[in-house]
């Protein structure tokens, strides 16, 4: 089956009923997105930028940067790119960023919280990123047909930022504000802590997008350390209480308009990926493997379908119980 789907023509994501569902890749390097656009990913939902800062025992320069980024978006003409900035403690410590101890490192001085303390780190990563994109699409635009407006679109980048570990609307405010001061025009957040999908509707007021993070959200929602052994059985995203704060945030988008994706490993789960299109997520990313199977799956089922499995779900006791009930209510549809 797997042969056939590599063979078959890409065509976009989308529901049996035709509703478009944009399927975009997870990237770690800009090594790894022509195997990405070969598998059919119509993006990038989750660019993680940690990769550039692992080694380094102090932030690498703007140039450095911008260099790397430039080398990442012209894989991706003609398509759209979100850019997390960088997610450093907790499981993805930097030297130079999360110096003091913490006692427990997850709910510490992590992602937007680390960006805030020292935020000439995070001045320099979204000034690269304004830079990189301009560069990319002054190029573009040159060599594009003559004056063809399709063309010259077709020939762009789109970059979006988005800051990991928000948990209000003071955080959504200092980032959002800071990246369009500084030329990037499309700034958004990522949906981790519990407390961001409480409160979706203020944020939508100011994000011009949520991507919900699952792994963390189930980390945080279920109060299991997604590192620990002892209670992985906790890290399901399955579970009726990470899906009912998945349905707030897409609630909340489909009121303001705004895009909501899901960029955790849930997506990648084909089941589970039509469930949160149910809850009104609009857009899904994931390792590029993955990306056949959620394509054939969400094929096979209508929105109206897809909103039925997300009840059963939400409404189910457990996540082995909202696995089991979207398995058998699934096989029914076409
Ligand atoms: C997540 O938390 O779901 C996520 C996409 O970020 P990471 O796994 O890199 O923490
Ligand atoms: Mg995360």
């Given at each position: 089956?797997?042969?056939?789907?590599?063979?078959?023509?890409?065509?976009?994501?989308?529901?049996?009923?035709?509703?478009?569902?944009?399927?975009?890749?997870?990237?770690?390097?800009?090594?790894?997105?022509?195997?990405?656009?070969?598998?059919?990913?119509?993006?990038?939902?989750?660019?993680?930028?940690?990769?550039?800062?692992?080694?380094?025992?102090?932030?690498?320069?703007?140039?450095?940067?911008?260099?790397?980024?430039?080398?990442?978006?012209?894989?991706?003409?003609?398509?759209?790119?979100?850019?997390?900035?960088?997610?450093?403690?907790?499981?993805?410590?930097?030297?130079?960023?999360?110096?003091?101890?913490?006692?427990?490192?997850?709910?510490?001085?992590?992602?937007?919280?680390?960006?805030?303390?020292?935020?000439?780190?995070?001045?320099?990563?979204?000034?690269?990123?304004?830079?990189?994109?301009?560069?990319?699409?002054?190029?573009?635009?040159?060599?594009?047909?003559?004056g063809d407006a399709a063309a010259a679109r077709d020939a762009k980048v789109e970059v979006w930022v988005m800051a990991p570990m928000v948990a209000d609307l003071d955080d959504t405010e200092y980032f959002v504000s800071l990246a369009r001061e500084l030329g990037v025009r499309v700034a958004g957040v990522m949906a981790e802590v519990p407390s961001l999908a409480v409160l979706a509707d203020q944020v939508f007021d100011v994000a011009d997008f949520v991507s919900i993070g699952t792994n963390d959200l189930t980390q945080y929602t279920l109060a299991a350390d997604r590192l620990l052994g002892s209670v992985a059985h906790l890290q399901d995203p399955w579970h009726p209480a990470v899906l009912r704060l998945v349905g707030m945030i897409g609630r909340a988008g489909r009121d303001a308009a705004k895009p909501v994706g899901v960029c955790g490993e849930a997506a990648a789960d084909p089941l589970l990926a039509v469930v949160l299109v149910g809850l009104g997520v609009t857009t899904l990313s994931m390792t590029p493997a993955a990306l056949a199977d959620v394509r054939g799956e969400l094929a096979r089922h209508t929105l109206a379908e897809a909103q039925e499995l997300a009840r059963a779900a939400v409404n189910a006791t457990s996540a082995a119980a909202a696995r089991q009930a979207v398995t058998r209510l699934a096989a029914a549809n076409a």
């Open positions: 089956e797997r042969a056939d789907a590599a063979a078959a023509p890409l065509t976009p994501g989308a529901l049996a009923d035709g509703t478009l569902i944009p399927l975009l890749a997870n990237l770690g390097s800009a090594d790894q997105a022509a195997e990405a656009v070969a598998l059919g990913a119509e993006g990038v939902g989750l660019f993680r930028t940690e990769f550039l800062f692992l080694d380094a025992t102090e932030a690498p320069s703007v140039e450095t940067q911008v260099a790397e980024y430039e080398r990442m978006l012209r894989a991706f003409v003609g398509k759209k790119v979100v850019v997390r900035v960088l997610d450093a403690g907790a499981d993805k410590p930097l030297s130079f960023l999360n110096d003091e101890k913490e006692e427990n490192p997850a709910l510490g001085l992590r992602g937007i919280r680390a960006l805030r303390s020292s935020e000439r780190i995070l001045r320099d990563q979204l000034t690269a990123l304004a830079i990189a994109e301009a560069r990319v699409n002054r190029y573009g635009s040159d060599s594009a047909a003559g």
